[in-house]
Structure formats: structure tokens, C-alpha cells
């Protein structure tokens, strides 16, 4: 499971997706995001499976790696989907000793899981084609507003983006560590749910180790570079809007409001 995590991993490519303006990648996350939560019907989520194959044929990234980033949650998605199955009301299906399959609760499954699996793969997309500091510079650019308010958003979008970063790292040293520990014989599959809770100590610790020792040495190399915050940081390539950036915030608005016109006319 661990090897398949591939949120937070940058995907070389010389796409177009690629070479839009991180605040445009920010925007469509954000915009596509909400609109899954439109349709209540199969038309809503046709128009934005479509849409999200456009983009990913775009950006250039094998659709593979998309799926590999949603085997992660699929017990998330399984469970989800499950307690939606037997809790929402409605005509009965099937009987199992006191839960009630309903039809609707089939249906509210069906849509939470597409939903589910959309979101993951739209986000993996920003995080495929674009790189931490390009992603930091336009959260701070797209929030940057915030700081006539006294709110850090330089601080803000660069811890943001260092986490982001540090998923691949620590589900790398995680796999390790559990390597390690089932070449000395430890094993994670085997017994009742409370001894593979208790055998998850041995690998708990050290990650949690060795993740508090890349923090201090990234924090380190930071202050050896003369890092301290953002006030009166300049960059060497400052963000700008292109034709391109324009035409996609356009796409992007005439994607919203065809979602909009299907939740409306398929109610």
C-alpha cells in the first residue's frame, strides 16, 4: 500500500498543464473541487469525468499513476460507501440481520465514491505538474490579501508545501522501515487487530525519529541560506499571466457554469 502513495510527487513533463500559472492550477483544484458536488445525477458526473480526462490527457500524465494514487483510500472508500449503503432510508433491497440495503442508499454510495475518486485524481494533478516552490508562490500570491489582516501567508503556504513534500519522503522511509523490520522477522498481517496495532510500534518510533530529524536539518539548511520569512523576498522568476493562463480561466468558467445548468436541468 505504501508504495502506491503518490500524492505529493512532481511528474516531469513539458505539458500544458505544466506550463500554466500555479494560481490557475490553484483556482481549477478549487473550482472542480466544488462542482463534484453539483450533480445528482449521471449527466453531472459524466460532463465532469470528461472534464478531468481533458485535463489529465493535458498535463501528459499516465493515467495509471492517477489510479495508483486512489488504491491508498480504498478502504476509506469501501467504508464510506458501506455505511451510506445501510443508513440512508428508502425502499429496501436486501435484509441483513438489522441493516437495510435501500435503493437509494445504493445510489448515494455510487455517487460518493465517484465523487471520492474524481477528487483525489483532480488534486494529483496539480501536485503532478507542479513544483513545491512554484506552488508555494502562488498560494502566497492567491492569498495574499490576508496580509493586510496580520496573517503569515508566506509562513502559512510555505509549511503547506513543505508538508505536502514530505508525503513521498516519509511513505519512502516508511516502507524501509518496515522492510527492515520483517527481514528481522516481524510480521504486520498476521494476528487480531490489537497485536498489529502492538507490532506498529516498532516502526511508528523510528519514523517519527527520523521525521523530527529532516525537520531540524531542513530547518538548518534554511537558516544557512539566510531564510527568515517573507517580508522583503523578491523571486527570480516572479509569476505573470499569459494568453494561456486567460484561456484556461475561461475554460474553467465555462465548465462551472455547465455544471451548474446540468444540476439544474436533470434535477
Not at 178 to 190: L, P, T, Y
Amino acid at each position: 500500500m505504501f508504495r502506491e502513495m503518490t500524492f505529493g510527487q512532481y511528474y516531469h513533463s513539458d505539458s500544458l498543464i505544466h506550463r500554466l500559472d500555479p494560481r490557475v492550477k490553484l483556482a481549477g483544484t478549487l473550482v472542480y473541487a466544488v462542482s463534484l458536488f453539483f450533480p445528482k445525477n449521471l449527466p453531472g458526473l459524466l460532463c465532469s469525468a470528461a472534464f478531468l480526462l481533458l485535463v489529465i490527457r493535458a498535463s501528459r500524465v499516465p493515467l495509471r499513476m492517477m489510479v495508483r494514487g486512489v488504491k491508498p483510500l480504498l478502504i476509506l472508500i469501501i467504508f464510506s460507501a458501506l455505511i451510506n449503503m445501510f443508513t440512508v432510508r428508502g425502499r429496501v433491497i436486501l435484509t441483513l440481520w438489522r441493516f437495510n440495503l435501500t435503493e437509494e442508499g445504493l445510489w448515494m454510495a455510487f455517487f460518493l465514491v465517484v465523487r471520492l475518486v474524481f477528487l483525489v485524481a483532480g488534486t494529483s494533478v496539480m501536485t503532478y505538474t507542479t513544483t513545491p516552490s512554484r506552488l508555494t508562490a502562488g498560494l502566497e500570491q492567491s492569498l495574499g490579501f490576508l496580509n493586510r489582516v496580520r496573517i503569515p501567508v508566506h509562513e502559512i503556504a510555505m509549511m503547506m508545501t513543505i508538508a505536502l513534500r514530505f508525503i513521498p519522503i516519509l511513505t519512502r522511509e516508511l516502507d524501509q522501515i518496515m522492510k527492515a523490520q520483517m527481514s528481522r522477522g516481524a510480521s504486520f498481517d498476521e494476528g487480531n487487530l490489537i497485536r498489529r496495532a502492538r507490532q506498529t510500534v516498532p516502526v511508528l518510533i523510528p519514523l517519527f525519529v527520523s521525521s523530527i530529524r529532516k525537520a531540524s536539518d531542513l530547518a538548518l539548511a534554511m537558516e544557512a541560506r539566510g531564510y527568515h520569512g517573507g517580508e522583503g523576498r523578491t523571486r527570480m522568476y516572479p509569476l505573470s499571466y499569459e494568453r494561456k493562463d486567460h484561456a484556461a480561466y475561461l475554460l474553467l468558467a465555462l465548465y462551472l457554469i455547465l455544471m451548474i445548468l446540468c444540476a439544474a436541468w436533470f434535477a
